[in-house]
């Protein structure tokens, strides 16, 4: 096993945290501006996001303080495109969870072969975002 680049892990938990944390405010937002008859289950759909979210930033944390790193107060930018169509917010929201996918995939890097508990704390991270990505498109096959 190779050492753990500590400075480098802390500093892309960092980045997840602000990104979860930004997930937490775009899917609550999402989840108010849904209209039209299929509202119940997508707002659902984008409340329990939400939630998942602000669990995956505590985590993150939990992780990141662990290893005496400090856990960052900022969120990740937040892009919107002003369109509340669900097709506008479903799209947005493959984009943001490619995103997060990305960023476990780099964390993963960081940590193979030297800290197994990280390592399948990454693995564990990108198989639900891989699950966020299917469920998405398949939420936007009928828009095509």
Known sequence: MRELDRDKTI???????????????????????????????????????????????QQVGEILTGLEGHPSLKIAPIEESYEHNIKAILS???????????????????????????????????GQEELHNLEIRKMLRDFA
Not at 27 to 50: D, E, K, N, W
Not at 102 to 107: E, H, Q, S, T, V
Request: charged share 25%; hydrophobic share 40%; glycine share 4%.
């Open 92 to 126: 947005e929201s493959l984009n943001h969870e490619k995103k997060s996918l990305d960023l476990y995939k780099a964390l993963l890097e960081t940590v193979e072969d030297a800290s197994i508990y990280l390592e399948e704390f990454a693995r564990g991270m990108i």
């Open 11 to 57: 500093e892309q938990l960092n980045e997840i945290m602000e990104f979860e944390l930004a997930g937490v405010v775009r899917y609550t937002h999402y989840s108010l501006m849904v209209t039209g008859p299929h509202r119940i289950p997508i707002v659902q759909f984008f409340q329990t996001q939400a939630t998942e979210s602000l669990t995956h930033a």
